[in-house]
């Protein structure tokens, strides 16, 4: 009976856990559309946070280049307002969700990781 209550609340602990790194996994769908909505209408800054090699193999038409490492550098030099919308992309998400916490960390209140370079031009960006 003790063993079964143990196995329980193992279960009700893992359950728990996943839940809540798949919530944080979790990244809105944005449209090209929506994209290009709001970098014309809120000046939205669309970030190319991968290698410059990455970079000048192809990017997304309206990408400012900063690595990812770069970024508390020289994010001033492309904008100072912390409420302006930031997307940020690399090759597979994880380095723009490092620059989209080094952004917020330093202030920024409207930064996105869009993922991956490759699936974003599968969903039609250019």
């Known amino acids: 009976m003790r063993m079964l209550k143990w196995i329980a609340g193992g279960i009700c602990l893992f359950s728990g856990l996943f839940s809540t790194v798949q919530a944080n996994m979790t990244t809105p769908k944005h449209t090209p559309q929506q994209l290009q909505q709001q970098q014309q209408t809120q000046q939205a800054i669309l970030?190319?946070?991968?290698?410059?090699?990455?970079?000048?193999?192809?990017?997304?038409?309206?990408?400012?280049?900063?690595p990812h490492d770069q970024i508390a550098a020289q994010i001033s030099q492309i904008s100072s307002d912390k409420q302006q919308p930031i997307y940020v992309y690399c090759r597979s998400g994880r380095r723009s969700e490092l620059a989209k916490a080094e952004l917020e960390q330093?202030?920024?209140?409207?930064?996105?990781?869009?993922g991956g370079y490759q699936q974003l031009q599968a969903d039609g960006f250019k």
């Open 106 to 114: 330093l202030g920024y209140h409207n930064v996105i990781n869009l």
């Open 47 to 66: 970030l190319d946070v991968r290698s410059l090699e990455e970079f000048n193999a192809g990017h997304l038409q309206s990408a400012v280049h900063i």
